[in-house]
């Protein structure tokens, strides 16, 4: 997808994001808040893409120190608009490169996020940033789906989302299996008119996202199908792994 980077997600999303996700997404925020903050036990806390805070404000809430990084600043004004978010210290750039002079007991990356970084390069660039900024003993934390590719037909994938009198949803997907990447246009067409939003994000397995934990200099600690920290299985269909530098 031409011209697809870092800020991309940010800029195209900002103005829609909270009613999007915000309310489909309360149970998540909810025990992603409560797992992370026993994680933190009161120590300080990086969140990596911490787009309009819709965890952070929580955790700032229940009175932790809690920093961002962040490559959208559309993102960051709608998380300066909500209560508590002018007090969050925020760096805007890649998350993958941006160098802070602090460190962290805790840092944490959710949502699928580390998939927006559309390249193993930059992937694994991002693993070795977090390990570059944790305290000894520290924590980095990361959720994404486990990839299922089983709705892909010769490398497509069409669904639609809703069709109605006066409007209709699709979604398109285009996988490619050498890069690990999909480029998806989710088409809302309506008397209106027609609005298009792109998405590209490159997916990694759990194996391999160990794989770069290990080239961080980080290892394994634990691996939950979700944050109520139920067990991993064959058949989860996402997972939050823990990781602490190696010999900690």
């Not at 697809?4 to 808040?33: Q, W």
């Not at 932790?64 to 004004?77: C, D, P, Q, R, Y």
């Not at 089983?150 to 997907?173: C, F, H, N, P, T």
Request: aromatic letters at 8%; one cysteine or more.
């Amino acid at each position: 997808m031409k011209n697809y980077g870092t800020k991309t997600f940010g800029e195209i999303n900002a103005g829609r994001y909270d009613a999007l996700y915000e309310e489909l997404m309360a149970k998540e925020t909810h025990d992603s808040v409560e797992t992370l903050a026993e994680l933190a036990q009161g120590g300080k806390i990086l969140e990596l893409a911490i787009g309009t805070g819709r965890v952070a404000l929580p955790l700032a809430a229940r009175g932790l120190t809690v920093h961002g990084i962040e490559a959208s600043k559309e993102m960051v004004a709608n998380l300066r608009e909500k209560p508590g978010g002018s007090t969050i210290t925020v760096e805007i750039g890649d998350m993958s490169k941006v160098r802070l002079n602090d460190t962290f007991d805790l840092i944490y990356l959710v949502f699928n996020t580390i998939f927006n970084l559309t390249t193993q390069e930059a992937q694994v660039r991002c693993f070795q940033n977090a390990a570059r900024h944790l305290n000894p003993g520290g924590l980095f934390v990361i959720e994404t789906v486990v990839p299922d590719l089983s709705g892909y037909v010769d490398g497509q994938r069409m669904k639609g989302s809703w069709a109605r009198m006066d409007s209709a949803r699709l979604e398109i997907a285009i996988h490619d299996p050498i890069l690990q990447t999909v480029q998806f246009q989710r088409i809302v067409i309506s008397e209106e008119g027609t609005q298009m939003t792109p998405h590209f994000m490159r997916y990694a397995w759990p194996s391999e996202l160990d794989l770069m934990a290990q080239l961080a200099g980080l290892e394994r600690r634990e691996r939950w199908a979700w944050w109520d920290r139920s067990p991993f299985t064959a058949n989860s269909k996402s997972h939050v792994t823990v990781y602490a530098q190696v010999g900690q």
